[in-house]
């Protein structure tokens, strides 16, 4: 079975009605990222569904994406994710995770993290912080995984080691690091996990060198569909996994041949660990 450790499903649908249908034709099990209790109500009838028809899971996470206090601020940010932001949603968002982490429903909390891309994210710097340690303190109070999103700002995760060791896995989602960074982090003794997604497929040097570095049991593959395009696509979807599977095996393995089974096993041990240990 094909894994994807990332996905705005209900964003996804909002552009291709049936990608759920594509999803089960694939066999795809993952993790749909939820930050409002709209889309996590929406994502938990699918998961509920593909468990009654024995399709690949759905697994739920959730969390106030660090880019939504930016958006907030009047950025358009990429795509037009995700409906009107204002801050009452967001601090409704910051109870709902409290009720789904203590139900028990949450796969993981995610995604969270920080953005530093530009200067409309710069200044919602402290916001960024004060979600993210809110998301830290509800992944260690009920022993979830944390699914992060860093751009431009690996230098924020350091401090945060003590911490990020305690929970039982931290999802580096769209790998945005060096190698170095990458081995720095797990010699540090956080349990992490580095997904990759079509920057592999789109020359990004440090995801590809990343991607042939690290052990095979620390790799996750994922879509952040809709949101990561090919050039030419107007979005990301399923459709895109197997390939950035197969880039990955040829990254890892130029000589292996292309029949060979290894690219469906690549990140699905992985995924299975971090998101139904
Ligand atoms: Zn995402």
Redesign the pocket.
Known sequence: MLCDA?V?LKNLLELEPDAETTRRRLGIAAAA?AWNRAEFAFHRELAAAAKRDNAPPLFLCFAV?PQLPGNLAGKAAGADCAAIHDSAAIRDSAVALAEYAAAGELAAIG?TGFDLFDESYRATEAEQDRLFALHLDAALRYGLPLVL?VRRAMHKIFPHTGALKKLPAVVF?SWPGSPDEGFSILRRGINAFFSFGTTILLNHKNAIRSCAAFPAERLLFET?AP?QPLRGKRYSSFEDLPAVIRAAAAIRCPDAAAESPEPERLGGAAFYRVFCP
Request: glycine share 0%; aromatic share 12%.
């Open positions: 990332h705005h990222s994406h995604e999103h989602h952040d949101f």
